[in-house]
């Protein structure tokens, strides 16, 4: 059966694209989708495949409370920081998947491990602003191996860079996976400003001493042929 077995999966090569790989985060932004389109090429017919695509976001902190008594007051008090992913979201292409992978998939991008009454808080405010969902029959086949699916963004969520990453199985084995990944930030000069400001903050420091001091100039000038 192994021998059966590994040519089969060398046999199986899984593909993926983006219709787009930057979205532009405008003020009035209230959220988008994520097309993605892919094809596997293997010799198990697709209605025996089952195709899992996750969307992780960018991570976030979280401050971590505790209630506790003090001076026989009841209090919340910060017990730390933890580190979460910003939105997970689960399409597949059957109709009953199991929710509870995406609970645990989720609780294991926790930087450190939390109470279950925490877990279970953390989990109720994502799935509230749609940034924790699973999507049943989400992913749909087209001509031949073609598959598609559709990912919502909510207006929630972070900017930063976010990675999708596709796998394809049969009989709960895996057969292939492909990893993209895309921004969801600023676009044009707003955005060269905003990667400027995080990525390089000493020098969007000096930049803006140096215009306020042109600024300052120029409107001294101005004000001398007065």
């Known amino acids: 059966l192994i021998a059966l077995f590994i040519p089969l999966m060398a046999q199986?090569?899984?593909?993926?694209?983006?219709?787009?790989?930057?979205?532009?985060?405008?003020?009035?932004?209230?959220?988008?989708?994520?097309?993605?389109i892919g094809t596997i090429q293997t010799p198990i017919v697709r209605d025996d495949i089952e195709l899992r695509v996750e969307m992780k976001g960018p991570p976030i902190a979280a401050n971590m409370f505790k209630n506790e008594s003090v001076g026989g007051i009841w209090m919340q008090t910060a017990e730390g920081r933890i580190t979460i992913p910003s939105l997970l979201i689960h399409s597949h292409n059957i109709p009953n998947p199991n929710h509870e992978k995406l609970i645990q998939k989720f609780s294991q991008n926790i930087s450190q491990p939390i109470p279950s009454d925490a877990l279970e808080a953390l989990v109720a405010q994502l799935q509230e602003r749609d940034q924790l969902r699973s999507l049943p029959a989400g992913i749909h086949w087209r001509s031949g191996t073609l598959f598609k699916t559709r990912l919502p963004i909510p207006s929630t969520a972070p900017m930063g860079t976010y990675s999708i990453t596709t796998e394809a199985y049969h009989d709960g084995e895996l057969l292939g996976t492909h990893q993209l990944t895309f921004e969801l930030g600023r676009g044009g000069i707003e955005r060269g400003l905003f990667l400027l400001a995080n990525e390089h903050g000493w020098l969007y420091g000096i930049l803006g001493v140096v215009l306020a001091a042109f600024v300052g100039l120029g409107t001294a000038a101005l004000a001398n042929r007065r």
Do not use: K, N, S
């Open 12 to 36: 199986a090569q899984l593909y993926t694209e983006l219709a787009e790989t930057l979205f532009d985060v405008r003020p009035d932004f209230d959220g988008t989708e994520v097309v993605l």
